[in-house]
C-alpha cells in the first residue's frame, strides 16, 4: 500500500480530534429543534415572574427566534476570525484555544434556568455560535493540511459527517424521554462541556499542520518528523518537495488580506467558486428542513413528528458516510451537481406532496420519502463538499483570507433562511420549496459552468490552473500583481 493512501494511527487521531469541533457545530445546530416548546415554557414563566403577566404571542417568537438564529450571528463573528488566530498561534493551537468559548457557553446555557434568565440562553447561543464559526474554518483547514493528497476529499468530508452524528445526537438527546424534559433542558443546552473536555485532552497528543511549520514558520525539520509520524513512513520527500513548491510560490505570493482577495482580478474565479458554493449548501432549503422539521412533518400529518425527525437525522449520516468512500472516485463537481438535481427533483417530490394533503391521505409518507431523498442528496454532494473545496481551491497565501470569506457567506446565508424561512413559509405555504427548486436548478448551471474538478490534483496544481485561466484574462496587469499569485512557470 502506497504511503499516499495509508491510513496511520496519528494521521486518524489527528483528524478525531479535530472533528470534534465539526460535532460541536452540529450539535448546537440541532440541539434547539426538539424542546422548542419546554423553553418556551421557561421564557413565558420567567418573564411572568419578572412583569407579573404572560408573555404575547409575538414577543414569545421573537423572542425564540433571536435564540435560533443568534448562534448564526455568532458564527458570521466567529468565522470571520479564523485569519487572526490560525497564522499566530497555528492551526491545532486555535482549535485548543476554542474551547474556552465551548466551556462558557456551556455555563452561560446550562445555569439559564436555576439564574431565571433567558438573556443568559441567549447569550450563551452566542458564543457557541463563535465557537462554531472559528471551528467552520479551524477544522477543515487543519485537516485539509496534515492529510495526503490521495485522501484529502475522504478525509475532508469528516468535517461533514462530525456535523451531521452531531445534529443526530442532539436529535436522540432532545428527545422528551432523553433530555428534552421541563428539568433536563439545561444540562442538554450545557453538554458541550464534554466534547470539549475530550479534544482538550486528544489535541495536545496531536501534531501541529506540517504546513504550517514549514511555510508559515520556516521549521524544516519539525515538519518533516510530523509528516513521517503522520504518513508512517521515512521517506516523506514527496510531501516535502510539494510544499516547498508551494512555499515558494508563497514567497512571491504575500500573505494576501480580504480586501486584496476581492480586488485581485487574479483570484476572482475561485472565490467567486468558494463564495457560490457556500450558497448553494446554505439556500439549498436544507436548514430549513432541519430547523423546522418536526413542524414540516406535523404539517404533513406524520403522527409521530419527531421520530421522522430523526429518522432524517440517521438517513443524514449515513448518506455522509457514503459520499466519503465516493468522494475520491467519482470527483467532487459531478457529486455536487449529483447533489443538486436529486435535491431540485426531491423538493419538486415534496411540494406536491404537501399541496396534495388534504385531498389524498397517502401522501404523508410521500413527503416523508421526499425529505429523506432530499436529505440523501444533500451529504452526498452540497454537504460536504463546499466545506474542503474552499481550501483546496487556495494556495497557502490566499488560503485562510478565502476560507474567512467562505465561512462568513456560509453564515451569512445560514442567519437568513433562520430568520427569514417561518415568515416565507406563512407567504407561500405549500409553495415554499419551489423557491430552493429555482435556487437549486441554478446553481447546477454554474457547477457544470465554472467548477474545476480538484479530485486527485495537488493544490499547487489547482491553483496553477486557476493561474493560466487569470493571466490570460489579465495581460494587460502588472508584472507584480503577476508575481503575488505566484506566476512564475505559468509565463
Not at 491510513?7 to 434547539?32: C, D, E, H, K, R
Not at 406524520?302 to 457514503?322: D, H, K, L, R, S
Request: charged share 15%.
Amino acid at each position: 500500500m502506497d504511503s499516499g493512501k495509508q491510513i496511520t494511527f496519528p494521521l486518524m487521531m489527528s483528524v478525531g480530534a479535530a472533528v470534534i469541533g465539526s460535532l460541536q457545530f452540529g450539535y448546537n445546530t440541532g440541539v434547539i429543534n426538539a424542546p422548542q416548546k419546554v423553553i418556551g415554557n421557561f421564557i413565558n414563566e420567567t418573564w411572568f415572574d419578572r412583569y407579573h403577566e404572560p408573555i404575547t404571542k409575538s414577543s414569545l417568537k421573537a423572542v425564540w427566534s433571536i435564540a435560533v438564529s443568534i448562534f448564526s450571528v455568532g458564527g458570521i463573528f466567529g468565522s470571520f476570525s479564523v485569519g487572526l488566530f490560525v497564522n499566530r498561534l497555528g492551526r491545532r493551537n486555535s482549535m485548543l484555544m476554542a474551547n474556552i468559548l465551548a466551556f462558557i457557553a456551556a455555563t452561560l446555557m446550562g445555569f439559564s434556568k436555576m439564574a431565571k434568565s433567558w438573556e443568559m440562553l441567549i447569550v450563551g447561543r452566542f458564543v457557541v455560535g463563535l465557537y462554531s464559526g472559528l471551528s467552520t474554518g479551524f477544522v477543515p483547514m487543519y485537516v485539509s493540511e496534515v492529510s495526503p493528497t490521495a485522501l484529502r476529499g475522504a478525509l475532508g468530508t469528516l468535517h461533514q459527517l462530525g456535523i451531521v452524528v452531531g445534529i443526530l445526537v442532539a436529535q436522540v438527546f432532545g428527545m422528551e424521554s432523553v433530555m428534552g424534559s421541563d428539568d433536563l433542558w439545561p444540562l442538554l443546552l450545557g453538554f458541550t462541556f464534554i466534547p470539549a473536555i475530550i479534544q482538550c485532552i486528544l489535541l495536545p497528543l496531536c501534531p501541529k499542520s506540517p504546513r504550517f511549520l514549514l511555510i508559515n514558520k520556516n521549521e524544516e525539520n519539525k515538519a518533516k518528523t510530523v509528516l513521517k509520524k503522520l504518513r508512517g513512513t521515512t521517506d516523506v520527500s514527496a510531501d516535502m518537495q510539494e510544499m516547498k513548491e508551494e512555499s515558494r510560490q508563497m514567497m512571491r505570493e504575500k500573505k494576501v488580506t480580504i480586501p486584496e482577495l476581492f480586488r485581485s482580478p487574479l483570484y476572482r474565479q475561485p472565490l467567486l467558486i468558494a463564495v457560490i458554493l457556500q450558497l448553494s449548501q446554505q439556500l439549498s432549503g436544507i436548514n430549513a428542513v432541519f430547523y423546522f422539521s418536526t413542524d414540516i412533518f406535523e404539517k404533513a400529518g406524520v403522527e409521530q413528528p419527531v421520530y421522522a425527525t430523526i429518522g432524517a437525522g440517521v438517513v443524514n449520516t449515513a448518506f455522509t458516510v457514503v459520499s466519503l468512500f465516493v468522494v475520491e472516485r467519482a470527483g467532487r463537481r459531478s457529486l455536487h451537481m449529483l447533489g443538486l438535481l436529486g435535491m431540485a427533483g426531491s423538493a419538486i417530490l415534496m411540494t406536491i406532496a404537501v399541496a396534495l394533503l388534504e385531498q389524498l391521505k397517502w401522501m404523508s409518507y410521500l413527503s416523508i420519502v421526499a425529505i429523506f431523498a432530499f436529505v440523501a442528496f444533500f451529504e452526498m454532494g452540497p454537504g460536504p463538499i463546499p466545506w474542503f473545496i474552499v481550501a483546496e481551491l487556495f494556495s497557502q497565501g490566499p488560503r485562510p483570507a478565502a476560507i474567512a470569506v467562505a465561512g462568513f457567506t456560509n453564515w451569512t446565508a445560514n442567519f437568513i433562511v433562520g430568520m427569514g424561512f417561518q415568515y416565507v413559509e406563512e407567504l407561500c405555504g405549500a409553495y415554499v420549496f419551489i423557491i430552493f427548486t429555482v435556487l437549486l436548478l441554478l446553481f447546477f448551471i454554474f457547477t457544470y459552468f465554472k467548477v474545476p474538478e480538484t479530485k486527485g490534483r495537488t493544490f499547487d496544481e489547482i491553483a496553477a490552473g486557476f493561474r493560466q485561466t487569470a493571466v490570460t484574462a489579465v495581460e494587460k496587469h502588472s508584472p507584480e500583481e503577476l508575481n503575488s499569485l505566484g506566476a512564475d512557470s505559468q509565463l
